[in-house]
């Protein structure tokens, strides 16, 4: 191709990703980070309390720990529009980060880093996650930034557990390939970063610790569409909590064996794709932002030579279709289609193609870690962030 040709195609690609995220997704108007920007500035500037703060016209309010408020109190220095201006930046910068880490080297042809950028703000998990001003792709960054060695690994797993208590399953990613010591720095990361949130806030911290922690309807109803979660997919079927124990369990099992599988052959990229998937399912509220976590999975699925599935997959994630169920999410067509993103993730956790597909290893970190036991293979280090030698690109 050549290069008039190329930015031609580039152009029109990009007009098009503008047309999409204008016309097709629902606008969400930065709803989180309002309630965020109204809960932090209740209890700086109005003596309130972080978990009675409610939006008002909603009967939404902050459900993060309080270490989480703590690091969004710069938001007062700037306003309101301020921090919609500052998420927007953060979490572009987030992107470019994740995009030349776990999303690096798509089989995406020349467009390169724009043509992967607009494949990825298409996805429904990416924009929604803009457009309500949400953290899960500044979290994201911090955990894949973890994957290298060093005596701060585990430091960033450690940080974004105190902020959202969903990254702490990293931790048992850590564990089960070996990496010890990164997961007692990460263990130790999350208590002295929630000991700050503590002595900021004690009041704060007992209410979400002893009671917010644990009430699931504050955050909305277990059965709205937007939840993509086994709990989410049981709530639309009318299962019994019980069933979703038993759910999560097995869930669970399947996620450490596959992620042994991954890390006895040194695929450190599997086995932390396979986190993020097991994430999505077993926490009580998965909403559709929340996916950005399942997002490797699919690109590493990409790269393996699965391109095929891989593009069904992204058109589905792309699609919002799990919104026509949105007024009615009951019946088996609400727990079938309605959960179209939970099979997704259920899939892909059970039918993950092993390292055996040529995918190269990356990385030991601290003991036969990453991604290895002991007694497998060994390799290398090499961060997520840290580019090593250039692997020739996938054409096409």
């Known amino acids: 191709m050549t290069r008039p040709r190329q930015l031609l195609g580039t152009v029109v690609l990009v007009a098009g990703a503008v047309l999409f995220m204008v016309v097709v997704p629902y606008y ?10 109204g809960a932090v500035d209740n209890w700086i500037r109005h003596d309130g309390r972080i978990y009675d703060y409610v939006l008002p016209g909603t009967a939404y309010g902050f459900t993060y720990p309080p270490f989480a408020a703590v690091c969004m109190l ?11 201006v500052g998420c927007v930046l953060l979490n572009a910068a987030a992107s470019v980060l994740l995009l030349r880490g776990p ?3 798509l089989p995406v042809g020349r467009g390169g880093l724009v043509v992967t950028g607009c494949l990825f703000v298409m996805l429904e998990p990416v924009r929604d996650t803009f457009s309500l001003g949400q953290v899960n792709l500044l979290l994201m960054a911090l955990v894949y930034a973890d ?30 390939t070996g990496r010890r010591r990164a997961a007692a720095v990460a263990t130790g990361t999350a208590v002295a970063a929630t000991m ?12 979400f610790w002893t009671r917010a922690l644990w009430d699931t309807h504050r955050v909305g109803a277990l059965d709205y569409a937007s939840n993509q979660s086994l709990q989410g997919a049981l709530a639309r079927l009318g299962a019994a909590r019980p069933v979703w124990v038993l759910a999560v369990a097995a869930v669970l099992v399947l996620w450490a064996y ?5 890390a006895a052959v040194g695929d450190n990229e599997a086995a932390m794709a396979l986190t993020g998937l097991a994430a999505c399912l077993v926490s009580p509220v998965t909403w559709v932002h929340h996916l950005v976590w399942a997002v490797p999975a699919l690109a590493l699925l990409a790269r ?10 992204y058109v589905v994630l792309c699609s919002s279709v799990v919104w026509l169920w ?8 609400g727990f079938l289609g309605g959960s179209a993103y939970v099979w997704i993730c259920l899939g892909l956790l059970a039918l993950w193609p092993q390292a055996s597909s040529g995918l190269p290893s990356h990385g030991r970190a601290d003991g036969p870690g990453p991604g290895t036991v002991r007694g497998a293979g060994r390799s290398p280090a090499r961060s997520w962030f840290v580019r090593g030698p250039r692997r020739p690109r996938p054409s096409g």
Request: glycine fraction near 14%; charge should be positive; hydrophobic fraction near 50%.
């Open 304 to 313: 393996t030579g699965r391109r095929a599935v891989a593009a069904a997959l």
């Open 258 to 262: 596959r992620v042994r599988r991954a």
């Open 326 to 333: 949105r007024d009615d999410p009951s019946g088996v067509d």
């Open 74 to 84: 710069p938001m007062l220095l700037v306003g309101d529009t301020g921090a919609v």
């Open 147 to 176: 994957s290298g060695r060093g005596r701060f690994a585990g430091v960033g797993i450690g940080l974004a557990t105190a902020f959202k208590l969903t990254p702490g399953i990293f931790i048992g990613y850590l564990l089960l």
């Open 28 to 37: 969400r108007g930065w709803f989180d980070l309002h309630i965020y920007y």
């Open 103 to 105: 999303l690096r080297e």
């Open 196 to 207: 700050i949130g503590v002595l900021a806030a004690p009041r704060a911290s007992w209410v």
